[in-house]
């Protein structure tokens, strides 16, 4: 029977397709193993993603069959690709034949393409005697013009104008909700229903049964959609609702918050208005559900005025900022939805509607948060509790009181406590809102993230919709009489796939990872922050001093490709792109026009080749290669803001904005250059390599000492960082030679020439050992410990952790890294005379009244237990991890502070290849070094071990080595 439903099979395909054998056959229908195996079949990188752009890439990765241990034949030397609309595989759309190919990633699919339509892929590989067959896998497509939206119109509660004064924003304004019936006839049998949903600013969906509504959430999302450039693009979500729209009539719901569309006109640092930037409006949506049955039919339900009505939520005020006033005595505002919608066909400045492109934000891990201390009376017979959610993240918080109607319930949140034990909201205070201003009197005098619940009688439920809340510490007033049921809180951030796994017995690295982890994963709603609550916004000199972090921690495929697109987006017409997209009116230092400061641009061309090197992302770089190059042709007009910019950010020692401006714009040129060869512009790849090299050779002659080899400024007004003298500073404008900043750009960006190099990581090395005693902790005058430390910035800290690594010094990072536990340090933060910290600051010094304890710029230490001591990096040329280095790093001083004095550390890095393995002990006393790694089919690995031992390996498997590890340099 199997033979001929093969054959049969197999003659169907002989009209659509190249002839397929019986084997050919059997190999499409039926999972198989070989030597090698297919697996993680991923669309665009995302596995059952909705997509709705021109062209869709195919990737897989490979792994070694059960049972077998690698070898020179267990390489992919040949694929074939099938596609199907039918998940049984009856007919085959698309058949690429066999292609004599290694490739895995970035096979451009040619099957058929239409709006809504569902396409079921397999992949067979070949290894040159035996093939394997993956697990079929699908991806959809969304609507691919905009004429697929139907009838269906923006549609808003209130008018879209202007508020009538900034004032009436901070009066209670409930949220819009809207509601219409869904007549799906119950005669038919449903094949597919879809929900496509664009809303501004936040969305939530519902669909309930019967004409009277009792709301089901739609999905496990939150903050819904992803900001954007709203006049250039916004994203629209889908959703599959097959299963929940069968049954007979349903009630469809949407419920709007304010998000980036509609923010508070607060002025942040005392003059700048967020509005005045942004493109804002009054909250609306746009929606249509597709339906089509088993007889063939379809059925549309589009939103228009007249099948929708709209009304008050129980939401009465909402603010990313501010937080939010809930009414729970509302208990069903659906019931009251009587009201006719307000129509814009087509709004101004609502840019195209594309597919929500990366992971999107749910909810992790839930922390059970615990009464801290004693209750404390207040006036007016009430009474405050402060909870700890046991340690600082970004999230929302869940509630039950019990009380009776009316009763309110304070809630504001904080990252410190008071020594009173009350919170301190003063880190977190949006914008750094904390006094009157006239300018804008009706703005909060302390612009506190907070919430104001109403309760109904006996128990209340709740949790905010369309806010978040960067905090550890929760602050509750309420009326003596009602009580805490419990509260529990829960992190949130856009749901990347963490690529590492690691394991070590080194506790110091697990407690900074951990902080690491707690940071970062803060700063992803939708975009890279840099803090989930003052500011929340996406800096670009942010995401380029941590990014090759994140690529390390998470899989950033989709997301960064977003952030090129953001910057895209919002690039200057001069050619500058902004210091934070979307643009809100920061340009400090910028390029001119709206763009912002040279490091903060940098990020643009060096992410595009993160996602070429990491992914084989070369989509990304064609898109972008336009506005890239209109970047660069700006830099080469060499403005002088190029020598004044920000600099190193947030540094203990000064470093020159001249110098470090020109080391991103010859980063830029670099980038540029590379960018052009991967595409094939060799001419132009060929003369900003040149270009770079002149910016070399002026580099050096203007800053370098060839006889000390130091780097610096002996003029005494060189140009220093505006916040060096936050850290206990006094002078803004100090001279500087051999900082740590200096050097390790210097030595990282291999722009110090090679006969020089030794002296000039000479300096960096006493720079950090002589780092003695260093002033400016934290309030008053209070001195940092003995021994080695890090002063350099967010930028510096991973140049000085790259040089002194990759010349030698690995000891000596481990020192500074996690082995040094006073100011300044990671580990002083965790553990001072201040507070414990969960989370990396913004400073290295503590602050409890300006500075963020939430941010991850200085996140570097996390790429440097990846690509340091575990060793893996991609090459330079890499594609997708195709060539990687592997050259274990283990200090001697990691072993003598572990246990028994024997160190170990192992991690399984999931690339887009595969999985790659890599363990290693180290013994104090003998200095003995152990080695195992494995790594994936269709990848070469250079592996350099301690001692300097050199293996190139091509065959997949596991792989064993020893040495024994020089003494450390002292």
């Known amino acids: 029977m199997l033979q001929m439903t093969l054959l049969a099979f197999s003659l169907s395909l002989s009209h659509r397709a190249p002839p397929m054998t019986l084997l050919a056959a059997l190999i499409l229908l039926l999972p198989a193993e070989g030597s090698i195996v297919p697996t993680d079949l991923q669309a665009n990188n995302a596995k059952d993603a909705v997509l709705d752009t021109d062209e869709v890439y195919l990737s897989w990765k490979l792994r070694l069959g059960d049972g077998e241990s690698g070898g020179a034949t267990a390489h992919q030397r040949s694929y074939r690709l099938v596609s199907s609309t039918s998940s049984s595989f009856d007919e085959i759309d698309w058949d690429t034949g066999i292609v004599d190919s290694h490739e895995t990633l970035g096979i451009k699919y040619g099957g058929n393409r239409r709006s809504g339509l569902v396409v079921h892929w397999k992949v067979t590989v070949f290894d040159g005697s035996e093939s394997a067959t993956s697990e079929s896998s699908s991806f959809e497509f969304g609507l691919l013009d905009p004429t697929d939206w139907g009838d269906s119109v923006w549609l808003m509660r209130d008018p879209n104008v202007p508020p009538l004064d900034n004032c009436s924003y901070f009066s209670w304004n409930a949220t819009p909700i809207f509601q219409t019936h869904l007549p799906v006839p119950t005669t038919k049998s449903i094949t597919s229903a879809r929900l496509y949903i664009a809303g501004i600013g936040y969305f939530k969906a519902f669909l309930s049964s019967g004409t009277i509504p009792q709301p089901k959430k739609l999905g496990d999302s939150f903050l819904d959609p992803p900001d954007s450039t709203i006049n250039k693009r916004v994203y629209y979500e889908t959703f599959n609702i097959t299963q929940r729209l069968a049954g007979g009539q349903k009630t469809l719901g949407v419920e709007l918050g304010n998000g980036w569309w509609n923010p508070a006109p607060m002025l942040f640092w005392g003059h700048l208005n967020i509005r005045d930037y942004l493109v804002t409006g009054t909250p609306m949506f746009k929606a249509v559900v597709k339906v089509l049955f088993s007889d063939g039919s379809s059925a549309e339900y589009p939103s228009r005025a007249k099948s929708w009505k709209a009304g008050d939520g129980a939401t009465l005020f909402n603010n990313i900022y501010l937080g939010e006033v809930f009414d729970a005595r509302i208990e069903n505002p659906w019931l009251s939805v009587t009201r006719t919608p307000i129509e814009d066909p087509n709004p101004k400045d609502v840019g195209t509607l594309r597919c929500r492109n990366i992971p999107s934000v749910t909810q992790q891990e839930v922390l059970a948060a615990r009464q801290q201390g004693l209750p404390v009376p207040q006036p007016d017979n009430r009474y405050s509790v402060v909870f700890d959610s046991t340690k600082n993240h970004a999230g929302i918080c869940s509630y039950e009181f019990h009380g009776k109607s009316g009763d309110k319930i304070l809630m504001e949140y904080g990252e410190l406590l008071h020594p009173n034990g009350s919170v301190n909201v003063y880190t977190s205070t949006a914008g750094q809102v904390k006094s009157f201003n006239k300018n804008q009197p009706c703005q909060p005098n302390l612009a506190k993230q907070a919430a104001t619940l109403i309760l109904k009688d006996g128990l209340t439920r709740w949790q905010p919709s369309f806010s978040w809340h960067g905090m550890r510490y929760i602050g509750i007033n309420l009326p003596n009489g009602a009580s805490i049921v419990s509260i529990s ?474 040495s024994i590890v020089p003494v450390p340099p002292q």
């Open 489 to 962: 809180c829960t992190p949130l951030r856009s749901n990347m796939t963490t690529v590492v796994e690691l394991n070590t017995n080194d506790q110091s690295v697990k407690k900074l990872r951990d902080m690491t982890y707690n940071t970062f994963g803060s700063n992803l709603m939708g975009t890279q922050s840099d803090c989930p609550h003052r500011e929340r916004f996406g800096y670009g000199g942010d995401a380029l001093a941590c990014g090759e972090s994140a690529l390390n921690m998470y899989d950033f495929s989709r997301f960064y490709a977003k952030r090129v697109l953001d910057f895209v987006d919002a690039q200057d017409p001069n050619g500058g792109y902004q210091e934070v997209t979307p643009y809100v009116g920061i340009a400090s230092n910028g390029l001119g026009g709206t763009s912002g400061p040279i490091g903060w641009e940098a990020f643009v061309p060096e992410v595009q080749l993160w996602l070429y090197r990491y992914y084989g992302d070369i989509s990304t770089l064609q898109t972008a290669f336009n506005s890239t190059y209109n970047y660069i042709k700006l830099l080469d007009t060499n403005p002088a803001a190029i020598q004044k910019g920000l600099g190193d950010w947030m540094p203990v020692e000064p470093t020159g904005v001249d110098f470090t401006g020109l080391g991103f714009q010859r980063m830029s040129y670099l980038a540029f250059s590379n960018i052009s060869s991967i595409l094939g512009y060799d001419t132009l790849s060929e003369a900003y390599l040149k270009k770079a090299s002149n910016l070399t050779d002026f580099i050096n002659s203007k800053f370098l000492d060839t006889k000390t080899g130091s780097y610096g400024n002996n003029e005494d007004d060189c140009p220093l960082s505006p916040l060096y003298a936050m850290g206990g500073n006094d002078s803004l404008t100090v001279t500087f030679r051999g900082s740590q900043t200096g050097q390790g750009m210097a030595i990282s960006q291999n722009i110090v020439p090679s006969e020089t190099r030794d002296l000039a990581l000479g300096v960096l090395v006493d720079n950090i050992k002589s780092a003695s005693n260093i002033p400016g902790s934290g309030q008053g005058p209070k001195v940092g410990g003995p021994g080695p430390h890090m002063l350099a910035g967010m930028f510096g800290t991973k140049w000085v952790m790259q040089s002194l690594s990759e010349l030698g010094y690995t000891d000596l990072v481990y020192d500074i890294v996690v082995g040094q536990k006073t100011y300044p340090s990671y580990l002083w933060m965790s553990e001072n005379e201040y507070t414990n910290a969960t989370t990396i600051w913004e400073s290295w010094f503590f602050s409890n009244d300006t500075y963020s304890h939430n941010h991850p710029m200085f996140i570097s230490s996390e790429q440097w237990f990846i690509q340091g001591l575990a060793g893996l990096v991609p090459q330079p040329s890499a594609k997708g991890f195709d060539k990687v280095m592997i050259q274990p790093r283990p200090p001697l001083s990691m072993a003598q502070a572990a246990p028994n004095k024997k160190a170990f550390f192992d991690i399984r890095y999931s690339s887009v290849r595969g999985d790659f393995l890599i363990s290693w002990t180290l013994d104090a006393t003998s200095r003995e070094f152990l080695l195992n790694i494995t790594i994936p089919p269709n990848v070469v690995a250079l592996v350099t071990i301690p001692g300097g031992v050199q293996q190139q390996l091509t065959q997949p498997g596991s792989h064993s080595y020893k």
